[in-house]
């Protein structure tokens, strides 16, 4: 046997007995030894193996795996730019906390130093976004490497599942020709067993970080609890039981109770409403990243602020952080019962405002879209959620609460990035349908992930793609304003002129535009296989809807203040 064969086969029997059960391979081949062995473990039904040509959109793909079990999961390339392909995926992980295990071949110094083919300083190549690097020895004929090979594997493992934080890790594997196994009567000789411990065991026993004892305490009886990715539902729980009012990033998606405020992030961009209904205590689980009224709430110095989960870049725009930890303990006081009924009452009067008010406007609209997307879907569905607009429609869209609905959504460093790779990935590991609500943009910034082959399997999935022709979330920020409408088209609004139907005709997959309501609600009720489903808006319209929107729900808070209800 030549080391190259044996020592990837050490690697990929130890990823599996350290849990692994999912990996995204990209050909190639300096990491032909590790493809081979991946094959073999997958015939024989210890991983499910998953071939992608593009190492981006595999990279992303492995994280919505990963994102979704909270398992590592191994992401295997070969070198080159294909290492660097995968680094996009590998911030997103570091940010969001995602176990990744990234295996990048590489050639052995000895090439590297003659100005070989398809060689880059793959040492280190993704910096301090990863939790441990390491570049194994070259493998060679001699004893004492297995036990070596299995302990890299479980230290990474470790690394990737993380103690205080799950996140990424770098193997780098340099491989020495041949790459290929041999054939012939010596083909499996070794120098030394190559077994791992008996009954499957790991090679190094690991503690599981599934759960972990550090707890804040909350101290106030008017509290705020908002809520990003991490432990949503948990968090609505604890709101619930405690009589906290709650709002999530992901508006009603995910959420229960009757604390649940889902219209939030209306109320907090209503100064009056703020001023009368300022929390003592903000409990808040994961890092906000989509509305500047959150940000400014927790800047006020008034303010007292607790973080559960949070990542190494603590949200404190003020920084005044009272307690961190890794999750929430009960409250040292009883909640006032009045505070939470103002919360409700003010809701009651902004979602309506807001049902009334879109309802009262054209569709389609992202809001809109959005509304009914969250009503269309069925129980136990997994929505996916893109960047810029979509993110935000979820919100604004104040509907009813849906906790039988699982949320996920690239916020590590919110990019629109890779977005409809961990789509797929994401849904191929969900047990139900699965559905994505996307910008064009992004959609079109990762269209090569729907690129599957036809060995592959294919996650049932409806992609939602509110089209509007360029970047309209600019619209809504300063450079959206009049003052600065100069260049704004070409610079920020970048319409493209896509086709998206043509093109998802040439990757074979489903398409169809939708130009009513009750079109993409009956479009959404058929959850087979991948397709795409087009709604076109005017993007516009979209600075001025939101004005009224806004405005809509200011009078009715402010009613409810002055009669005493909120």
């Known amino acids: 046997m030549n080391p190259s064969t044996a020592q990837a086969r050490v690697l990929v029997d130890e990823l599996v007995r350290n849990t692994v059960s999912h990996v ?132 990474a493992w470790n690394a990737a599942y993380g103690e205080w934080r799950s996140g990424p890790v770098h193997l780098n594997v340099p491989f020495r020709e041949p790459l290929v196994p041999d054939v012939g009567p010596d083909a499996d000789t070794w120098p030394e067993p190559l077994d791992g411990r008996p009954n499957g065991q790991r090679w190094t026993e690991l503690p599981d970080y599934g759960a972990l004892p550090a707890f804040v305490v909350p101290s106030t009886r008017t509290g705020l609890v908002i809520a990003c990715d991490s432990g949503v539902a948990a968090a609505a729980e604890w709101a619930e039981a405690n009589g906290w009012p709650l709002i999530a990033e992901t508006g009603g ?136 607009n979509p993110t935000r429609d979820i919100a604004l869209a104040a509907g009813p609460v849906r906790p039988d609905l699982l949320v996920h959504r690239n916020r590590g460093v919110a990019g629109i990035d890779g977005t409809v790779s961990a789509a797929v990935g994401a849904a191929l590991v969900h047990h139900g349908p699965s559905y994505a609500l996307l910008g064009d943009l992004t959609f079109l910034h990762d269209s090569n992930g729907l690129l599957t082959g036809t060995l592959e399997r294919r996650p049932d999935l409806t992609i939602v793609v509110v089209n509007d022709d360029g970047g309209g979330i600019f619209s809504l920020l300063e450079q959206g304003e009049p003052a600065h409408d100069r260049g704004f088209e070409r610079v920020f609004g970048t319409p493209h002129g896509a086709d998206i139907g043509a093109l998802c005709a040439g990757y074979g997959v489903p398409h169809a535009r939708v130009t009513s309501s009750n079109e993409l609600q009956a479009a959404l009720g058929q959850p087979e296989g991948l397709r795409v489903v087009e709604v076109a808006i005017e993007r516009d319209a979209r600075r001025d809807l939101h004005g009224r929107l806004r405005a809509a729900v200011s009078r009715a808070v402010r009613d409810g203040c002055a009669r005493g209800d909120a």
């Open 253 to 388: 998606a995910g959420v229960s109770g009757d604390s649940a405020i889902t219209s939030g992030a209306w109320l907090l961009a209503v100064p009056e409403f703020v001023a009368a209904h300022k929390p003592e205590q903000v409990l808040c689980i994961g890092r906000p990243t989509v509305f500047r009224q959150v940000q400014q709430l927790l800047a006020d110095a008034d303010v007292e602020v607790l973080l559960v989960r949070p990542d190494t870049d603590w949200p404190a725009p003020a920084h005044n952080v009272r307690q961190v930890g890794q999750w929430f303990a009960e409250p040292t006081k009883p909640a006032d019962p009045e505070w939470l009924a103002r919360w409700r009452a003010a809701d009651v009067a902004a979602r309506e405002a807001v049902t009334t008010a879109l309802a009262a406007e054209p569709w389609p609209s992202g809001p809109a879209v959005a509304a009914d997307v969250m009503a269309a879907l069925p129980p136990d569905s997994l929505l996916v959620v893109g960047s810029s």
């Open 24 to 155: 995204v391979l990209c050909p190639g081949s300096r990491n032909a030894p590790l493809s081979m062995a991946l094959y073999d473990a997958a015939e024989a039904g210890r991983v499910s193996l998953h071939v992608r040509i593009d190492e981006r959109s595999a990279g992303f793909l492995a994280l919505g795996i990963a994102a979704r079990t909270g398992r590592p999961t191994v992401v295997v390339c070969t070198s080159g730019t294909a290492a660097a392909n995968f680094h996009p995926a590998v911030l997103e992980a570091d940010r969001a906390g995602v176990p990744l295990i990234v295996l990048t071949a590489d050639r052995p110094p000895e090439l590297r130093a003659a100005g070989a083919n398809q060689v880059i300083d793959q040492d280190r190549l993704y910096g301090d976004a990863v939790r441990y690097f390491n570049e194994l020895a070259i493998a060679d004929t001699h004893t004492g490497q297995n036990a070596y090979w299995r302990s890299q594997v479980c230290r």
